[in-house]
């Protein structure tokens, strides 16, 4: 099974080879300003899973890179670092979003007061502690 998306546009799409996991709600404020919107819903894919094409442009910021569609400026892409393992992928850019819901809401120290939370999932003000 292949999900694929792309930018507002069409100039960039891409190719999930594998489902997105690890799906969340993110309401940092970088993301809110990056995407116009506020909260992003995220979902990763492991780098090798995932087919680009059309141009990004990246744009490093606050230790991570944010990649943009060159063509439209369509959010679509963060990075730890540029060779690490996973990729996290707009959930909203696929065609379609809609099996991808969110299992987690982070960042909620930076929550706009008026979003209301599922409260059929687990929250956190930052990200949750790795479990080791
Ligand atoms: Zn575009
Ligand atoms: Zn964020």
């Not at 230790?63 to 990075?79: M, N, Q, V």
Request: glycine residues 8%.
């Amino acid at each position: 099974m292949e999900y694929t998306g792309g930018c507002l546009c069409g100039g960039t799409r891409y190719v999930l080879k594998t489902a997105p996991f690890a799906l969340g709600d993110c309401h940092c404020i970088d993301c809110r300003r990056s995407a116009g919107a506020p909260y992003v819903t995220w979902g990763s894919v492991l780098r090798k899973d995932l087919r680009i094409k059309g141009q990004l442009r990246r744009v490093p910021y606050a230790g991570r890179i944010r990649s943009f569609a060159a063509c439209c400026g369509t959010h679509l892409f963060f990075e730890d670092t540029e060779n690490s393992e996973a990729i996290d992928v707009t959930i909203a850019s696929l065609d379609d979003p809609a099996p991808f819901a969110p299992a987690k809401a982070i960042f909620l120290e930076d929550k706009l007061p008026r979003v209301a939370l599922n409260e059929a999932i687990p929250s956190f003000p930052k990200i949750p502690q790795p479990s080791k």
